[in-house]
């Protein structure tokens, strides 16, 4: 059953390394598709973590909540121009536009 998709392999690699660590048996899959698929869209060929035994599913969905609340948490930062504040998604302030500065990645 596949737990988790994101296009940032890094971000599927930390979420697989979090539940190895907590006994989840897991793996990785589409982790080389990136670009090798033509005739699926860039979202099919995302790399995703899938969880061998789905009674660990419960388990798995909760530590993923927890990691990508911590996530947004560490990395939210606000806009030097005009003070909003941004998810660590964002690059430039949704607000003005300002880009995000190096001492706050
Ligand atoms: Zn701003």
Not at 20 to 46: Q, T
Not at 61 to 73: A, F, H, P, T, V
Not at 75 to 99: I, K, M, P, V
Request: proline content about 5%.
């Amino acid at each position: 059953m596949r737990l988790y998709c994101h296009e940032d392999r890094f971000l599927v690699w930390q979420v697989r390394d979090l539940l190895v660590s907590r006994g989840i048996p897991c793996f990785v899959k589409n982790e080389y598709a990136i670009g090798a698929m033509g005739d699926l869209s860039p979202f099919d060929c995302w790399p995703e973590v899938w969880i061998t035994d789905d009674e660990w599913m419960p388990k798995a969905k909760q530590l993923l909540d927890e990691w990508q609340s911590q996530l947004q948490q560490g990395s939210a930062w606000y806009c030097r121009h005009c003070g909003e504040e941004n998810g660590s998604g964002f690059e430039l302030c949704w607000q003005c536009d300002t880009e995000r500065p190096d001492d706050l990645r």
